[in-house]
């Protein structure tokens, strides 16, 4: 509550073109040959939502620079597997591959792990932001845990929603269902962003505060 926009630690405007022009123009091409136009739209819809939504706000509600980063890097995540699908990701097969390099037995394509990763870690940092911004509350036990049961709760939406399409478009939301087989792929998937929320809040927190002047 106390904290205003002029406190607020933002990119400057070349850095802000720079995001803006790196997510836009990868989403943008990444539009014209999809290997499955549903299952892009249904990836990059988030994108698509929140890019205005953030231009829109800015000068009433601009957003903190690690946010804006974090941001733009979750852009790219989705709009890579909405792309390729997440099964068959060029960058997935190369860590597959990296992972067999070093010992480890992958056997699936891992971009939706990492997906799932990023669906903790950078809502993590937006939802503790939020929290500071607009509500009375402060840094503390309570903030950890409504920031962790937030990104969480984003997790269960985002698995229902799979569950909805599975309903409404039967065998042609499998490429976006991403399952690749694993039976317990929707638990993975709610740990993995449990997971990246953890990691990010231990992360980035002190830098979030700095850039938010608490210190």
């Known amino acids: 509550m106390g904290i205003t926009n002029t406190q607020l630690r933002t990119p400057s405007r070349n850095e802000g073109f ?8 990868a989403l943008v091409y990444s539009g014209i040959a999809p290997r499955d136009r549903l299952t892009w739209f249904m990836e990059v819809v988030w994108v698509i939502a929140a890019l205005p939504l953030i231009l829109a706000n800015w000068r009433r509600f601009p957003l903190t620079r690690v946010l804006c980063w974090l941001l733009a890097a979750h852009a790219l995540v989705l ?5 390729y699908t997440y099964a068959e990701t060029p960058l997935g097969f190369w860590l597959r591959d990296s992972f067999t390099a070093l010992g480890m ?5 891992p971009w939706d792990r990492v997906g799932h990763l990023m669906q903790g870690f950078v ?3 937006l939802a503790r932001e939020l929290l500071l911004r607009l509500t009375p509350l402060k840094r503390g036990g309570w903030l950890v845990y409504l920031v962790l049961a937030a990104a ?3 997790s ?5 929603i799979e569950w909805w399409a599975a309903l409404a478009f039967g065998a042609d939301a499998d490429a976006f269902l991403a399952t690749q087989g694993d039976q317990w792929d929707t638990q993975w998937d709610m740990f993995l962003c449990l ?3 953890g990691v990010s809040l231990l992360l980035w927190s002190r830098l979030h505060d700095r850039q938010l002047a608490l210190g």
């Open 195 to 197: 997971l990246g929320a």
């Open 79 to 83: 709009i890579h597997g909405g792309a």
């Open 152 to 154: 969480l709760s984003f």
């Open 105 to 109: 037995q992958v056997e699936r394509n």
């Open 156 to 160: 269960a939406l985002f698995e229902l």
């Open 123 to 125: 809502p993590a940092i």
């Open 18 to 25: 720079v995001l803006i022009a790196l997510v836009a123009g």
